[in-house]
């Protein structure tokens, strides 16, 4: 009789655990789910906030450097934002936009100030040259990177030196001896040729605006003698200036002449040769 007993007791106790477990499970999931629509529900409010509030409105752009034709014209093109939130936007899908409409950016920087205002920092690129390819007669600016850049925002009033290629694939090689030229030598270009061959040829700016341009014939695009024919040729538009002659053509490019001094069959290798265009009065 009593282990009976102890049976009915052991059951209703296992009952009681059971639907206390099930109370307790249910009363959990009732928290975690109302929890979760808790935060939607706050998720929800706060999007409307930031997104629809007068408070975070655009109510101001401003672009930087101001005052510039490529300042207004950006301007123009975000004013579209004006009055929206300003959490609505992409500042990467924005600077995208810039860069697809206006090539001649360089960089682009997005500033959200809260509450309520936006600045646009930008820097454009710099032509380096004015490119002419083949045939062609029409002139094109481009950067340092040989990218091609419209004077749609450019306000530069730049001298630029005309780099005339016989192709596209010879653009790079002139702009690399341009920036060489640009680091080591303050003598201004007025042309840079580059032919099929990769022979560079360039025009002196002349110091006196009559005086006609000297060119120089400089050869292939070695990086490694740039050093020596630039003091080859420093050399000698020295000693012309010395003797006050203006040489028409200057030949820096590295040939084999015949060493008859000293009549052994010898060879010298980069003599320049000088066609002068007026001699001493």
Known sequence: MKQIKQKVVLRSKIRRA????FFWSGWKTFIIFSSILLFAYS?????????QDDYFLVKS???EPEGSKAAA????????????????????????????TFPEIRIVRI??????????????????ALVRVGSSESLKRVDEEGRFIPKRLSEDVENLPELAVASNVHIPMGLSFLKMWAEKEKLKLSQI???????????????????????????SMDSEKFDEKLNRLKTVLA??????LVAQVIQIKDVLIPNREKGDGGQIVGKAFVQLSKVPS
């Open 111 to 128: 500033h959200r100030t809260l509450p309520n205002k936006i600045k646009v920092n930008f820097d454009l690129r710099r032509g380096v």
């Open 239 to 244: 000693d012309l200036e010395k003797k006050s």
């Open 61 to 63: 752009i401003s672009v």
């Open 73 to 100: 014209l950006i301007l123009k093109q975000i004013s579209s934002l004006k009055g929206k939130s300003i959490w609505s936007y992409s500042g990467q899908k924005v600077k995208q936009r810039l860069k697809d």
């Open 43 to 51: 998720l929800i409010l706060g999007r409307q906030f930031l997104l």
């Open 18 to 21: 059971h639907w206390k477990g």
């Open 193 to 219: 040729e580059v032919d099929s061959w990769g022979e560079v040829s360039l025009s002196l700016e002349s110091k006196e605006s009559e005086s006609q341009s000297t060119k120089v014939i400089w050869g």
